[in-house]
């Protein structure tokens, strides 16, 4: 414990996150719905209104909701008949490289752009080989790929782009929904995000032939009572996590919200602290989501490491977490890869080294955000 301050712990644990409840009265009323309406799943009447609802929220062409964001993106990648290699990124959560596994696909790893920590779109061209297939993206943290290099590099070698915008839900750039780039984009539905079903996701699409296939997909490949048209698998969304989906898109804007003011306490209170960088700032025209907190620590200049900065914290009993490190090229099934090798991908091992998520959720009291930044400070050294 730092004894050059005064500051004492925190009485109880303050985690990373805390999902968004909605009141238990809500929850019952929709409950009761469902009871009466006698269906509990397979395309029931509270999934066709939040597929409706999202499809608008989201400003999207097309929408098909699933179970989890993980099946959404492996049945994205079956939708599109992708194999043989996918250049991605390895600065994200683990399901975004197994979702490629799980297809056969080999991920082959491009390094990252040191401000935003996307995929670095100018090194995308030379990780293509003969067997590539498509660009899997993610808006990490929900700061937008650059989707114009990206589309560009996609169209000049005839690959498909998927981005995973399990963290983007709501970003949109210049008024456009984030999940109309590219072919198909999935957003996650975890409990610990902005926006969520308990557990949930979606694909967003602009062609409707591929959500007809994508719906198909995610229900075992069922056409009909006597058709079976192609392996599909069970990605169905329930009906009272639809149902939940309904009563929290009330809540999305409002969580938001309290998300924005609390980044600016922690820019007001971090900005300026030689050796840390702060969440990278978006073009004027990209409406953010203010999900995620993250400070990067340059242990050079702030004379403390990032692990010393998270140990301490914990001291105080505030749960940051370490995302993304270690990177998914250095799983045990990823590292053997040629495009592991750290010496392909410098800026995301160095990122890695420095990032830390602060804790960040609407219930969040401005106060607390200040004493976190004043035990931050105060490690300096
Ligand atoms: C970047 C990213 N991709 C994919 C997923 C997987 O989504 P889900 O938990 O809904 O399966 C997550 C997190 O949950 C994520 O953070």
């Not at 799943?41 to 989890?68: D, I, K, Y």
Request: hydrophobic residues 40%; charged residues 25%.
């Amino acid at each position: 414990m730092n004894t050059m301050t005064t500051l004492e712990p925190f009485p109880e644990r303050i985690y990373v996150t805390r999902p968004v409840f909605p009141t238990i009265d809500e929850v019952t009323e929709k409950l009761q719905d469902i009871w009466q309406s006698k269906w509990l799943t397979n395309n029931g009447p509270q999934h066709t209104m939040l597929e409706r609802e999202l499809t608008e929220f989201l400003r999207v062409p097309c929408l098909s909701l699933f179970n989890n964001g993980t099946i959404a993106l492996m049945v994205a990648c079956q939708s599109l008949r992708l194999s043989g290699e996918v250049i991605t990124t390895p600065f994200t959560f683990a399901a975004t490289p197994h979702v490629l596994s799980w297809n056969n696909i080999t991920p082959i790893f491009c390094d990252i752009d040191a401000d935003t920590m996307n995929i670095d779109a100018d090194k995308i061209e030379s990780m293509i080989t003969p067997h590539t297939t498509a660009i899997l993206a993610v808006h990490v943290f929900g700061t937008p790929c650059n989707v114009d290099k990206i589309q560009d590099v996609a169209d000049r070698y005839g690959l498909k782009v998927v981005y995973d915008a399990a963290h983007a839900f709501g970003v949109e750039i210049d008024g456009r929904g984030i999940g109309t780039f590219g072919d198909i984009s999935m957003f996650s539905f975890h409990a610990t995000k902005l926006y969520h079903t308990l557990e949930g996701g979606a694909l967003a699409m602009n062609d409707v032939n591929v959500k007809q296939r994508i719906d198909l997909l995610k229900n075992f490949g069922i056409k009909n009572e006597e058709e079976v048209v192609m392996p599909g698998i069970n990605g169905k969304l329930d009906e009272i996590r639809a149902a939940i989906g309904r009563i929290m898109l009330g809540y999305v804007e409002g969580e938001r919200l309290k998300r924005r003011r609390l980044h600016a306490v922690y820019d007001e209170e971090l900005a300026g602290v030689d050796g840390l960088t702060l969440m990278p700032k978006t073009a004027a025209d990209v409406k953010l989501n203010w999900q995620y907190y993250v400070v990067r620590v340059d242990e050079k200049i702030f004379g403390r490491s990032r692990d010393y900065v998270y140990d301490e914290l914990r001291n105080y009993n505030v749960f940051a977490r370490k995302y993304f490190h270690p990177l998914c090229s250095e799983f045990t099934c990823y590292r053997q890869l040629n495009s592991s090798a750290v010496a392909n991908l410098p800026t995301a091992n160095a990122v890695a080294g420095q990032v830390l998520s602060l804790p960040m959720y609407g219930a969040l009291a401005e106060d607390d955000v200040r004493k976190i930044c004043a035990l931050i400070k105060s490690f300096r050294r």
